[in-house]
């Protein structure tokens, strides 16, 4: 009896180990999920456009300030703008921001709705993959309360949380923001904001955090996973983890650079690979040529057979962007008043005083995770066809590359980045 219970219980441990190596080794299924793509206006089909050329500007200036692994969020960065401009007043400067983020000058009603349409349409997109946003203002009630205007217009269309605190009690303020962020980034990024970071001048602080998890549509199996040579811009070899799958993806090539397209999901969501030809090309050829398409390259993509390795890496990164948006056209936002925040008085009081983003991503075999809070400071005044017999084609990403997430329906970028292998 001892030798039988012991075979029955040896039998359900063998079971649950195979049962939770296969549940690690295979990405969840479900049914009915259907892509229903996104429906935009005119205007909201402009603003991804243009929003997408921003984007890639955006990755080209972040390269060439960061010398080490990167991600960040152009969508984050633009609906945490969209808040901003709430407060603003019309005019020049307000005209220049717009022009930068890519939602062109003036069209304030038009920016809430593509707002409000992207913050309620990416998270229904496939069921597969997880996207959540949130908004959230933070008022310095030392000096005034939240401007009426401004507080019901971010309310009513960013679904923002407003919330007024003491700017004097510097540990609180970080402590609300810094704990916001840790829930609404699935626990990814655990310091958005120090105490260094704004004072008693500072009006208001303006988070957005988009957070995106999904599953390949194509999974990597775990035991494919091996040490590969990995050859980074100076010439150095290393060795780094290289997930290895062949299946049938969307490749293709321009100028200097082949494309992988990688679905997650229902293909809602999609995961590009932008690969310089050979060891002589860079990241900074790779950017320049995506852009001389304006960001727009899927029409060179065709279903074939692949021979894919990927690295599996992880990396979070906080990057300032005052310097960058002030060269890409926003430099008076920084210096002059043009913000009405503040229920102070009747004219603008506040300028934009700092602009960073926090931005962690983890990619692995069954999929990616990443999160990216933008963070706005204003202060007063200052300052395919089918075929029987595919041939197999190679891309091995054995090289520094670049990377987006995007929404497949508007073509929208929610991440970009570069691996250096670093």
């Keep these: 009896m001892k030798h039988q219970a012991l075979r029955i ?16 080794e295979e990405p969840l299924k479900v049914e009915s999920n259907d892509l229903i793509p996104i429906e935009l206006s005119t205007r909201g089909d402009d603003f991804v456009d243009h929003g997408n050329s921003f984007a890639f500007k955006l990755l080209q200036k972040v390269e060439q300030e960061e010398k080490s692994n990167f991600t960040l969020s152009p969508l984050s960065l633009s609906l945490a703008f969209g808040i901003l401009i709430e407060g ?15 939602y ?12 409000s349409t992207m913050m309620k349409r990416l998270p229904e997109m496939d069921k597969m993959s997880t996207v959540s946003m949130s908004n959230l203002v933070v008022t310095n009630n030392d000096i005034a309360s939240p401007d009426k205007a401004f507080q019901t217009a971010v309310s009513n269309y960013h679904n923002s949380y407003l919330k007024s605190l003491p700017f004097l009690n510097k540990q609180g303020v970080c402590d609300y923001i810094n ?18 970071d704004f004072n008693s001048l500072t009006t208001a602080i ?15 199996k775990k035991s494919k996973t091996e040490n590969e040579s990995f050859t980074t811009e100076q010439g150095d070899v290393k060795k780094v983890k290289m997930m290895k799958q062949e299946g049938i993806f969307e490749m293709g090539s321009f100028e200097n650079t082949s494309i992988l397209r990688m679905p997650y999901g229902n293909g809602a969501y999609v995961f590009d690979v932008f690969l310089p030809w050979d060891d002589a090309l860079g990241v900074k050829d790779v950017i320049k040529s995506i852009m001389s398409l ?23 990164l906080r990057i300032d962007l005052e310097k960058i948006l002030k060269e890409m056209g926003m430099e008076t936002a920084f210096e002059e008043a043009w913000l009405k925040i503040l229920d102070v008085n009747d004219k603008p009081e506040s300028s934009i005083s700092k602009c960073f983003q926090m931005s962690s991503i983890k990619v692995d075999e069954t999929g990616t995770e990443a999160a990216a809070e933008s963070v706005i400071t ?3 005044g200052a300052s395919s ?38």
Excluded at 179 to 196: A, L, Q, R
Excluded at 206 to 220: D, E, H, I, P, T
Excluded at 296 to 314: A, I, M
């Design 385 to 422: 066809s089918s075929f029987n017999e595919p041939q197999t084609y190679v891309f091995h990403a054995d090289r520094p590359f670049v990377y987006t997430i995007r929404e497949t329906s508007t073509g929208a970028v929610l991440f970009s980045g570069v691996y250096r292998g670093e």
């Design 294 to 316: 304006g960001g727009e390259y899927s029409h060179s993509l065709y279903k074939r057979k692949v021979d894919v390795w990927l690295p599996k890496f992880e990396c979070s």
């Design 9 to 24: 219980i040896l039998s359900i441990t063998i079971i649950g180990f195979i049962a939770n190596s296969c549940s690690h």
């Design 88 to 102: 603003a007043e019309d005019g020049p400067i307000l005209d220049s921001v717009c022009k930068v983020l890519g």
């Design 179 to 196: 704990n916001w962020g840790y829930e609404n980034s699935n626990k990814m990024i655990k310091e958005t904001i120090k105490e260094s």
């Design 206 to 220: 303006l988070v957005n955090s988009l957070y995106f998890k999904g599953q390949w549509a194509n999974y990597f």
């Design 378 to 380: 204003a202060a007063l």
């Design 104 to 115: 062109e000058e003036g069209g304030r009603q038009d920016i809430k709705e593509f707002c």
